[in-house]
């Protein structure tokens, strides 16, 4: 079996499928310490299902859904940032409020389309093995620009994380940081459509920054982990729907939730907590 999946990885399918992995893991988790650390999963929900509604929207109108998903991200971005910051209403709920218009734009138009759905539910789950080298280097473009923004900003990022009203106090343009995280968050999402999908990516904009939140305070350690985690489950899914012949996204998801529930498991966090807690009791129970 071993030397059966070797000798796949002679095939361009499985190598631009292996890089896409990797490419697709590292982005997703670079995202997923903001997603976690400004306590806002939502994003990742309703940025995927508007790059999904945006693909289909695509299909029938006859453009590249890839083009048409990517512009309705950043129509997503766009809309959330100021009703964000000059509404009243908590970010949760605008992303609420988004999620369920962009499901609903999107199944809307997988009910009209006429012709077949294939493409469309390729683009609903995922194939890592149709991917062709053109998908590979739009995500090799956006996951190194992304990374170059995180290195060139992360002490502003660091701050904009602790507290925006801080950083904006502090002459960090915070308002500036977090719409252009916004906009990465939407061609990271478009652009791993064909990789994940569009009903399954949010899972990696999740669960890679909650694996590191389990085992690290430290913010550079926590993008490590974050990343390891998040390439390690995203190659490990790709094995796995291979032998076994699986839908390749949900392996990947399934993947990131092991290795999750092996973090929390085994959180040093959890460890010290119980012992606090312990150490709490037994003084109250002295007095």
């Not at 990517?70 to 999620?99: H, K, Q, W, Y």
């Not at 960090?172 to 064909?194: D, E, H, K, M, Q």
């Not at 085992?215 to 899914?237: E, M, P």
């Not at 290795?259 to 807690?277: C, N, Q, T, V």
Request: charged residues 10%; positive net charge.
């Amino acid at each position: 079996m071993i030397e059966h999946l070797f000798d796949a990885f002679a095939y361009p399918p499985i190598q631009r499928a292996a890089i896409a992995c990797i490419l697709c893991g590292a982005s997703c988790s670079l995202l997923s310490v903001f997603v976690v650390l400004m306590k806002m999963p939502l994003i990742g929900v309703s940025m995927s299902h508007a790059a999904f509604a945006g693909a289909v929207m695509g299909m029938l109108l006859e453009i590249n859904p890839a083009l048409s998903g990517f512009i309705m991200c950043l129509l997503a971005a766009g809309v959330l940032g100021p009703l964000s910051d000059r509404t009243e209403m908590a970010p949760e709920n605008v992303l609420g409020i988004m999620f369920s218009f962009f499901i609903g734009v999107a199944f809307l138009g997988l009910g009209i389309l006429t012709r077949t759905k294939a493409n469309a539910l390729n683009l609903m789950w995922g194939s890592l093995l149709s991917l062709a080298g053109w998908d590979v280097a739009v995500l090799a473009f956006v996951t190194l620009f992304l990374l170059f923004f995180v290195l060139l900003f992360f002490k502003e990022i660091r701050l904009v994380l602790f507290s925006r009203r801080l950083a904006t106090a502090s002459g960090v343009p915070a308002r500036a940081i977090y719409y252009a995280l916004l906009f990465l968050t939407g061609a990271v999402v478009s652009s791993n459509l064909a990789t994940v999908g569009g009903l399954l990516i949010f899972a990696l904009l999740v669960q890679p920054g909650a694996t590191a939140l389990q085992l690290t305070y430290n913010l550079k350690h926590f993008f490590l982990i974050s990343v390891a985690s998040g390439v390690g489950a995203c190659v490990s899914g790709l094995v796995v729907s291979y032998i076994f012949d699986l839908p390749s996204g949900a392996a990947v998801v399934l993947m990131a939730t092991i290795i999750f529930g092996a973090a929390y498991i085994f959180s040093p966090k959890r460890g010290a907590a119980k012992l606090k807690k312990g150490s709490t009791y037994h003084e109250d129970d002295g007095r």
